[in-house]
């Protein structure tokens, strides 16, 4: 199996704990918050808690959103019709670019237009972000342009440790709620 077939199957396993993720705050907070999980805006957020929960919820569809958007593309473009590999490795650390950009903007305008707070959660999936960016970035030159591989290892090792960094920033909400339901139980 090629290193980049293993990457997208455990890239699909990220994506499913991320759609648990969302799962999770379908199952438990959507019968307490209906649809105001969905809609609430500041006047309706009069607590902490609530600002967190709200925000924890917008950064996990994102990230999932965003995550399963980025990979199709980037699949769908390393296995377009282009005649050169250049070309496909230039459109690929692109459109993985744009993907991350339009991803950090529509948390930041979710949250403004909700005027929700940012939690340390949504604070640390824009980080990461921004370091995903910069990462596509120099492969996009080194690769694209000098046609320089040699860095690959690395990418793929700091890639990965953003994509986990993420994992773990959504699940921060979840954990907690799950942890203190088990000392209401005891």
């Known amino acids: 199996m090629e290193l980049y077939k293993l990457l997208y199957s455990l890239g699909w396993m990220l994506k499913g704990y991320e759609f648990l993720i969302i799962t999770w705050f379908l199952i438990t907070q959507l019968p307490t918050h209906k649809w105001s999980l969905f809609s609430a805006r ?3 957020l009069n607590s902490l808690q609530l600002h967190d929960l709200h925000s924890s919820f917008m950064v ?3 990230v999932f ?12 473009f390393l296995h377009t019709l282009m005649p050169s590999l250049n070309d496909r490795i230039k459109v690929f650390y692109f459109t993985g670019i744009v993907n ?3 991803c950090i903007l529509v948390l930041f305008c979710w949250h403004r237009l909700r005027k929700c707070l940012f939690n340390f959660a949504s ?3 824009l980080y990461i972000s921004f370091i995903h960016i910069v990462i596509k970035m120099m492969q996009l030159i080194a690769r694209g342009h000098f046609d320089y591989h040699e860095l690959k290892p690395l990418y793929v090792i700091v890639g990965w440790l953003c994509n986990l960094t993420m994992m773990y920033a959504i ?5 907690r709620q799950i942890w203190a ?5 005891d």
């Open 123 to 125: 604070r640390l999936c």
């Open 171 to 175: 699940s921060i909400y979840p954990a």
């Open 100 to 102: 991350m950009f339009i």
């Open 60 to 62: 996990a569809v994102c």
């Open 42 to 44: 500041s006047h309706q």
């Open 65 to 76: 959103l965003f995550h399963m958007l980025g990979s199709e593309m980037g699949q769908f």
């Open 181 to 185: 339901n088990f000392k209401k139980v």
